[in-house]
């Protein structure tokens, strides 16, 4: 028999051809399943849920803001050289543009009276004891709030993780949450879009949803920033935890930036009140109200 690659395509084995195409149909499920096949499928179930990650990612950024709030809450920082507590007063509202951040410091007396405002890209600080308000340029979104871990750009959400970033699911598995309950976690690792305006060359993303709800219950659990893509150690991490009723919601109260580079440095925020669907007005986060 003549096995040429001419004599498989000649008209005359067209219908042995056939009989073999109709022979592998039955076999193309286990095909489908082979090990060579699964990292494919794999990677067209995750792509497709892309638009699912958007979401979670927003609500659970939001989750202590909400569409607008008011909180009192303390920050610890803790440096190599030095140690500083504020406290703090954050007023939020994102219920129509553009978004609006007010951080009002209360104490101690030193600080007291120093505030930062955010009206859409607009950010500005205020001096008590100079009486003067700054306004700053994008090249300070990096800078350090007020000598802690956290950045201007952290306290005033100009970065949007929901929208600047693309998504690739790397884990999900079942858990129980620090209060015992079931949830599932899931880990992403995220990628800057082209041309976004990040400073962060990928973040991984822990969040859980908590089960037996209608509606998925997203919070937040730790956030890694890398500052490029190919690094294999993350410059900073951000963790979520001391779960707690926050009015009328079970919450993270309690947020630590650790500086991975600099063992032992971490800034620590403790939720104290928190107040959901406050009713301010656009007078609440004008420069006149600094003073």
């Known amino acids: 028999m003549n096995l040429t690659p001419k004599s498989l395509c000649s008209s005359g084995h067209r219908p042995a051809r056939r009989r073999f195409v109709l022979q592998l149909m039955p076999l193309l499920p286990a095909l489908a399943a082979a ?7 794999a990677r067209a179930a995750t792509s497709g849920s ?6 979670w990612i927003q609500e659970a950024e939001r989750v202590l803001r909400g569409r607008s709030s008011a909180a009192v809450m303390k920050m610890h920082i803790q440096r190599s050289d030095y140690q500083r507590s504020y406290d703090l007063m954050v007023m939020s509202d994102d219920r129509a543009e553009p978004g609006k951040v007010l951080i009002r410091m209360l104490g101690p007396a030193l600080w007291r009276g120093n505030a930062t405002l955010k009206v859409g890209d607009r950010i500005s600080f205020y001096d008590p004891r100079s009486r003067r308000i700054t306004v700053m340029g994008n090249s300070m979104l990096a800078d350090n709030w007020m000598g802690s871990h956290f950045s201007n750009d952290d306290l005033m959400r100009e970065t949007d993780l929901s929208r600047h970033y693309s998504y690739e699911l790397l884990q999900r598995n079942k858990d129980r949450d620090e209060l015992g309950r079931r949830v599932e976690l899931l880990q992403l690792l995220l990628r800057p879009k082209p041309a976004a305006p990040v400073a962060w060359g990928k973040v991984h993303y822990q969040l859980q949803l908590l089960e037996g709800s209608a509606d998925p219950v997203v919070l937040p659990l730790q956030v890694d920033y890398f500052r490029r893509p190919e690094d294999q150690q993350a410059q900073r991490s951000l963790r979520y935890s001391q779960l707690k009723p926050l009015d009328g919601r079970v ?3 309690r947020l630590t930036m650790q500086a991975l580079d600099k063992p032992g440095e971490f800034t620590q925020i ?3 009140r928190l107040k959901f669907d406050s009713d301010f007005s656009d007078d609440d986060f004008s420069e006149r109200a600094l003073r």
């Open 270 to 272: 403790d939720y104290a």
């Open 50 to 55: 892309e638009a699912q990650f958007s979401p």
């Open 251 to 253: 919450l993270p109260s």
């Open 35 to 41: 090990p060579l096949l699964r990292p494919l499928a």
